[in-house]
């Protein structure tokens, strides 16, 4: 008789089932540091994942997510992400989260390990080594006005002989409407005219004088406006000749310009702080695309003409028609805590993220997220953000808002001819930032009261440095406005300040001085150069004149001629 049941079968089964069960964490957690990492381009480690079914949920302790442009930093490290899952959604092999709670968040830790991959390449680029990002003050190195007078020479000359034969153009154009304007002739031919009509009767006397008359004032409104134009061209030509004696001045100037010497000191703090707020700047883009950089907009399904082919073999993921579909990943609403270094004040926040997945343009929602925080300190932190991936294009914004934050021990700049250091200071920043697609449109405003800047100018150090370093250590207050454009792969960083006035007072004649010495040496340089081409150009200023005169002496004769017709 047959044995209905193998008793050996079902305790393999049993004893496999029981191996999967108590394996099923580990299972979890490589999966899940084995896809982060992938994803991130750097390891993503958790200290223990644990998987329940009843109810269904999953705990994710001791996260940490390395910076893949710093593999001995976290970009983010939990202590704890707890998860309340959809147990019919799993099934159905969906991650589908109703809650989450994240705890113990924080950015930017140091790694006890490096947390690179093997074979790959983290920091800047090979075209940064070498760089020399040293600030180097205005007026010390001044450019040699020779050089540049040989390489613009050509292109004023140019310019001087392109308004020479401007004003040719004009002269010509004008011999040939005056040749076309009443004249003698015109006028010899209205005297016949009025000859004839003195022997006429009076009746063809009166409309020949009115036919006469009417000729004339025609031929005078012609005259009137040519005078107009003349007027206009006349202008026009003494505005080019007036040009080549402002032209070297001019020139020297916009020289000047291009190697950064026209506007004194201005934009003198973007070359002491750039580097500092560059790092900065490419921190948050590291964060936005760790964080955000995962968000798809599309849904899973297939295209209409470009229908799904399984490879041979290989079968194929149906997905049937829902009453409300569900992305493969989703987590309703996410509770956040933890702490934010900002500067060096460490905030607690707490906040919520809603509608995160892959799938916005399945789920119907973009991501939001708010978060407030506060410190012992009295500083405030609001932020307001929306992702929106629905769409072809990204468009996201984020809103932020920091208030009274206590600053302490913060480099602004580790220049070796002008280290800077806020030892303290009370910083008000708020913040709006857009992304449309891949184009960045930001404005980050800041003020800073209280401040007690320290700046460490050695013995050694240049007159001009040592004038610096006296005018930052008595600044108590500035601001520090930063525009950021272009796009996430290149951002373009624009930086203004109060302490550009500052440090140009500080500067003041020393640095006025040396520019204004080097504007004049090149003016004189370009003159004597130029000196011919500038000389004719300069003399074509009266080149209309004679026309003047030949349209007033016609128009004389003209209302002359009406004068003795009776008018």
């Known amino acids: 008789m047959h044995k209905w049941i193998r008793w050996w079968g079902l305790g393999l089964f049993a004893a496999i089932t029981a191996l999967c069960w108590l394996f099923t964490d580990v299972i979890v957690e490589k999966t899940f540091e084995f896809t982060g990492t992938q ?5 993503v480690e958790l200290d223990s994942a644990e998987l329940s079914l009843s109810p269904a949920g999953l705990t994710l302790s001791g996260l940490q997510v390395t910076n893949p442009e710093e593999p001995m930093q976290n970009l983010l490290q939990s202590e704890r992400i707890a998860f309340a899952l959809d147990g019919i959604a799993l099934l159905r092999r969906q991650f589908i989260a109703e809650e989450m709670t994240a705890s113990g968040l924080q950015f930017y830790t140091e790694r006890k390990s490096s947390g690179a991959i093997d074979g790959r390449l983290f920091g800047g680029s090979d075209d ?8 180097a003050l205005p007026g010390l190195n001044l450019p040699d006005t020779d050089a540049l007078v040989a390489e613009e020479k050509a292109r004023v000359a140019a310019e001087i002989s392109a308004a020479e034969a401007e004003i040719a153009a004009i002269e010509a154009g004008w011999q040939q409407r005056i040749d076309a304007l009443p004249g003698d002739a015109e006028l010899a031919a209205y005297k016949k005219r009025w000859d004839e009509l003195k022997d006429a009767n009076a009746l ?14 025609s031929d005078l409104d012609q005259l009137k406006g040519a005078d107009e ?32 010497l026209d506007g004194g000191v201005d934009g003198m703090i973007r070359s002491l702080l750039g580097d500092e707020a560059a790092t900065w700047l490419q921190r948050g883009i590291s964060l936005y695309r760790a964080s955000a950089g995962q968000l798809g907009g599309g849904s899973s399904a297939p295209k209409a003409d470009e229908p799904a082919k399984a490879p041979r073999g290989q079968g194929l993921d149906v997905r049937f028609a829902e009453a409300q579909p569900l992305p493969d990943f989703l987590i309703k609403r996410a509770s956040l805590d933890g702490i934010a270094s900002i500067a060096g004040q460490p905030i607690a926040f707490a906040g919520e993220l809603r509608d995160v997945t892959g ?5 119907g929602k973009p991501l939001t997220l708010k978060l407030a925080g506060s410190a012992d300190s009295g500083a405030a932190l609001n932020i307001d953000g929306l992702f929106d991936r629905r769409g072809e294009r990204a468009a996201d914004s984020l809103n932020f808002d920091l208030k009274q934050l206590a600053l302490s021990a913060l480099t602004l700049s580790d220049s070796a001819e002008l280290p800077v250091q806020l030892q303290q200071g009370l910083a008000n920043v708020s913040g709006k930032l857009a992304l449309n697609g891949d184009a960045l449109d930001a404005n980050i405003d800041s003020l800073v009261r209280q401040a007690k800047l320290a700046v460490n100018a050695g013995d050694d150090a240049s007159s001009s440095s040592k004038t610096l370093a006296r005018a930052l250590s008595a600044v108590s207050e500035f601001d520090l406005d930063l525009d950021i454009g272009g796009s996430l792969d ?3 960083l624009g930086m203004k300040s109060s302490l550009d006035k500052a440090l140009g007072q500080a500067l003041g004649a020393e640095f006025k001085a040396k520019v204004a010495e080097q504007q004049g040496e090149l003016e004189q340089k370009l003159a004597a150069a130029l000196g011919p081409e500038l000389s004719a150009l300069s003399g074509r200023g009266g080149a209309l004149d004679g026309f003047g ?3 007033g002496s016609r128009r004389d004769a003209l209302k002359a001629l009406l004068k003795q017709l009776g008018r």
């Open 128 to 135: 940064d080594e070498g760089k020399d990002s040293s600030f």
């Open 204 to 217: 063809q006397k009166l409309s020949g004088l009115r036919e006469l008359k009417k000729d004339i004032d």
């Open 229 to 260: 134009q003349l007027k206009t061209d006349t202008a026009k030509v003494k505005a080019l000749s007036q040009r080549a004696a402002s032209l070297p001045a001019e020139e020297a100037k916009r020289l000047l310009a291009g190697v950064g």
């Open 359 to 363: 799938e916005q343009a399945l789920w």
């Open 549 to 551: 005169s030949a349209i």
């Open 39 to 43: 994803i991130v381009g750097a390891k």
């Open 490 to 492: 290149k951002p373009e």
